[in-house]
């Protein structure tokens, strides 16, 4: 068992990846799901509910911008999608809360913080401001992150921020440097 949370865990950082190196909004939804499917299942075997709960909230609103921007769903399934996203908002608002006075820390509550920035990146419809909150992520999460000291999270982390950083600086400078780097670009 201890073999597959550490795979997990690890796959975890390669999902996250595949969601930040694609350039259109509907290939990083669909890496998005990947993403949830993986951390719901790795939070469940390591334990910690509020990752599983986080997971579920994004993966609520990803099906929400999905639906809404690339599928021709029925008004009334949009209007029961979106009311089921606000419930689990507002239940993990209510959970985080309680978890941060419960147990308060600076690392606790800036996981929080940085849970508010991905639900906002994942909520916008324009991709170079999705990459400018994924980017802010990076950081706030980053330090969250080593104040716990979850090694794969850090990982991540840095490498979201490295990824935003070619996609918003770099690339728009040198932008036939990333079809040369990522060859399904091509």
Sequence with gaps: ???????????????????????????????????????????????????????????????????????????????LILATMIAFLLYATYFSINDYLANPSQGLLLTWVDFAIILTALSVKNLRLFQLFMFLSAFVGGYAYYLLGIEQMLVIKAI????????????????KLESVLFFWNK
């Design 1 to 79: 068992m201890p073999f597959i949370i550490d795979l997990l865990g690890w796959t975890s950082v390669f999902f996250y990846i595949l969601l930040l190196v694609f350039n259109r909004m509907k290939n990083m939804r669909v890496a998005s799901f990947l993403s949830v499917i993986n951390d719901v299942i790795w939070g469940i075997l390591i334990g910690v509910m509020p990752k599983v709960l986080l997971n579920l909230v994004v993966g609520s609103v990803n099906l929400y911008r999905y639906i809404c921007d690339f599928t021709e769903v029925p008004a009334n399934i949009v209007r």
């Design 160 to 175: 979201v921020g490295l990824i935003m950083l070619h996609k918003l600086f770099i690339n728009p400078l040198f932008p």
